[in-house]
């Protein structure tokens, strides 16, 4: 299999068109979350009066007393439907940490269309062990 | 300690990121070892916010990189779900065993691995096994090839010893597990000395598995709130662009940089690894 460069290469064999999808997916999960913690960070700084503009702001946005509000699903919501600069933050973030989890997913999928079982078993029990240490650190 | 408004916080915070995910996405690794102590150290985060920080910088590393790594076909993705088998297995064990195990003990077993590791990464054109028939290998069709552009041709390349590969990365998992620290320090040197694979795609396969491990801690981090937006944002947006730009590098370098790079990460960590060793109460 030699693959001298993309524009001369011979039509892409199925484990090429999995890879390209994948690749694909990466590349879009990125951007997005990229852009959405440019245009979050961008309305943090101009309209929250939490990110300030002196030094002492700084510290209470780092130290455990001042923190962060909430986290949970309710306040991201509410936050998203006000625009609020750390919600769009919050977004990104998540869509940044479900990108290589849906690697995993589409993996499997790929698999499965290429018929490639010893795979899709290899693949299907790599994301029950991410759910199994998802529940473990959950309950810790 | 750095005492800076939000916007310069911000901005230093940014560029030190940029770094790391050059660095990271081309050794390999996650970039905690440079994010966590600049944080602390440099800007004053609070210790929770700075590892919750840095689980989402291990995720930008792999995602910003592994974009281009899967397209140009240096991650071995069928290496890399694997010995992501194993090594998730290993690290489930270890974070239930971490409260029963003595910590110093381990900090220090491990600083020695890592020396130990480096010697050998250094002089792993010695070291590296030769390739031997593998039929695991061949019926899972893990052997893979890549076009080099330092190189100017496609690299071709057969893996071998997947069980012994398998069991190390167990634990290499167990002790992520553990400690709580990245895997990657351990992941190449298994490839790239065990398996027989080129140091390029070790590092990339590295990439895409390290992602794929954090994914589920780093939900639950930030579920329970140790992942600051003020904080995280700068780091994730700083790393998905530096990892990203590092990967466009990796294809170009020789193998001899990344080497050496790597040998240096080594030597880094075991130090801190013994520090914290015969540091920790």
């Known amino acids: 299999m030699s693959q001298p460069h993309h524009d001369q290469l011979p039509p892409p064999s199925r484990a090429e068109r999995v890879e390209l999808v994948i690749s694909n997916l990466l590349r879009w999960g990125v951007f997005a979350s990229l852009l959405l913690l440019v245009i979050g960070s961008v309305i943090s700084f101009a309209f929250s009066g939490r990110y300030g503009h002196a030094p002492g702001d700084t510290d209470a946005l780092i130290t455990a007393a001042g923190a962060f509000p909430a986290h949970d699903v309710g306040w991201l919501i509410d936050g998203l439907r006000h625009g609020r600069g750390q919600a769009i933050i919050v977004l990104g973030l998540f869509l940044l940490i479900l990108t290589p989890l849906l690697r995993v997913v589409v993996s499997i999928v790929a698999f499965t269309i290429e018929r490639d079982w010893a795979f899709v078993g290899i693949t299907a029990i790599v994301l029950v062990l991410l759910t199994i240490s998802f529940l473990i650190g959950g309950a810790s | ?281």
């Not at chain 2, 030190?16 to 390999?28: D, E, N, P």
């Not at chain 2, 910088?57 to 088998?85: C, D, H, K, Q």
């Not at chain 2, 090594?87 to 491990?110: E, R, S």
């Open chain 2, 1 to 281: 300690m750095l005492h800076t408004t939000p916007l310069l916080f911000s901005l230093a915070v940014f560029a030190i990121s940029l770094v790391a995910g050059v660095f990271g996405s081309l050794v390999g690794v996650g970039g905690g070892i440079i994010v966590v102590p600049a944080l602390t150290l440099l800007m004053g985060v609070d210790i929770r916010f700075a590892i919750g920080a840095s689980i989402v910088a291990v995720i930008a590393t792999s995602s910003g990189a592994a974009a281009s790594y899967v397209r140009e076909r240096i991650a071995n993705l069928r290496v890399a779900m694997f010995l992501e088998t194993s090594t998730a297995v290993g690290a489930i064990a270890g974070a239930l065993l971490a409260h029963h195990v003595p910590k110093n003990a381990l900090y220090i077993l491990f600083g020695i691995v890592l020396i130990y590791t480096a010697w050998s990464m250094s002089r792993s054109r010695k070291n590296v096994r030769p390739a031997r028939p593998d039929p695991l290998a061949d019926r899972l069709r893990l052997h893979g090839s890549y076009y080099d552009a330092a190189e100017g041709k496609t690299v071709e390349y057969r893996v071998s010893r997947t069980k012994l590969g398998l069991a190390t990365s167990l634990l290499a998992g167990l002790n992520s597990g553990l400690l709580g620290v990245g895997g990657g320090a351990i992941k190449v040197p298994v490839m790239n000395l065990f398996m027989g694979m080129p140091l390029k795609a070790c590092t990339a396969t590295s990439n895409f598995m390290i992602g794929v491990t954090a994914a589920a801690s780093a939900t639950v981090y930030l579920l329970r709130g140790d992942v600051l937006p003020f904080v995280a944002a700068p780091v994730a947006a700083g790393v998905l662009i530096g990892a990203t730009g590092g990967a466009k590098l990796l294809a170009r370098l020789k193998g001899g940089v990344i080497r050496t790079l790597f040998v240096g990460l080594l030597i880094v960590t075991a130090v801190q690894m013994l520090w914290k060793g015969f540091h920790t109460p």
